[in-house]
């Protein structure tokens, strides 16, 4: 008859647990409950037949019979450790095109894409900036990131992203020189906008009933990236999607004016070639979970 073999899962439970002399820690280590560290643990002690941890009133130590054992397995599984990151740095880098617009590949793909490295670091994401729908894109891709329904191939399934509005930021420095606490105030302002998004200031008035009044100025530049940058050097205020600005606000550099006045912008969606290459699912899980976080 065949040996049992012993589960390896509660092993890798039950290092961590004896390495902290916790399973509140270990939890907090391996990214589950306590429960599921205590279950995997007795799971364990009854595969065995023994008491790994004598169990007191908010503490756990190791017993007898858990200390050989963790002197016994702690060292095998660090060299099971050690030999998969071995195998893995010998095992060839996969490359995925993202395709993307410019301005959301600074203002959002780009400051979030090191969590997405540090995770997956077999895989090469490779960015393309495109201003055209992907159905008309020159360069392959394995995912595009575009706002709405409209322009995509007939053969991708796309899936929704991101819900996104637009706000008025500015930088901080002109907000203290010219306060911008009411519609009335836009007048004192130089309106900042893209080409590419010219027709937001007048729909955003519009939609908010903002008075009919000429502003101190105009400034339009070719893509939305160069408008906030004109905004955080204090040229003027721009009306910019929300999505694109969370590292701005979060780092002071723009702040928000007339926070309650707000316009809806068409969603972003996903969408994924058919010939993709699989590590592009990877991609798509992550986009998943940036959308959830930002919801």
Request: proline residues 8%; positive net charge; charged residues 25%.
């Amino acid at each position: 008859m065949p040996t049992r073999e012993p589960p390896l899962n509660a092993i890798r439970v039950f290092v961590a647990a004896a390495r902290h002399q916790s399973f509140t820690r270990a939890a907090v280590e391996l990214h589950v409950t306590h429960g599921a560290v205590s279950r995997q643990i007795r799971s364990l002690e009854e595969f065995l037949g023994v008491a790994l941890f004598e169990r007191r009133i908010r503490q756990v130590t190791l017993s007898a019979e858990g200390q050989q054992f963790f002197a016994e397995v702690g060292p095998a599984l660090e060299q099971i450790g050690a030999a998969a990151r071995a195998l893995g740095r010998e095992a060839p880098v996969r490359a995925v095109r993202i395709n993307v617009r410019p301005s959301f590949a600074v203002r959002w793909l780009i400051p979030r894409l090191p969590s997405f490295v540090e995770r997956h670091p077999d895989i090469e994401p490779q960015v393309v900036t495109s201003t055209v729908a992907p159905a008309q894109a020159a360069d392959g891709f394995d995912i595009a990131v575009r706002r709405g329904l409209e322009g995509w191939p007939p053969s991708m399934r796309v899936s929704p992203f991101l819900d996104d509005e637009v706000l008025v930021v500015g930088a901080p420095a002109l907000f203290r020189s010219q306060p911008l606490a009411d519609l009335r105030a836009l007048a004192s302002h130089v309106l900042l906008s893209a080409k590419t998004r010219k027709s937001d200031w007048d729909d955003w008035k519009k939609q908010v009933g903002a008075p009919r009044t000429k502003p101190a100025g105009r400034l339009q530049f070719d893509h939305l990236h160069f408008v906030l940058q004109a905004a955080v050097d204090g040229l003027g205020i721009a009306l910019a999607p929300t999505s694109l600005l969370a590292h701005d606000l979060v780092s002071g550099r723009l702040q928000p004016a007339l926070p309650a006045l707000r316009m809806p912008l068409t969603r972003y969606y996903y969408g994924l070639a058919p010939d993709a290459v699989p590590e592009a699912r990877c991609v798509a899980e992550w986009f998943e979970e940036e959308m959830r976080r930002a919801q």
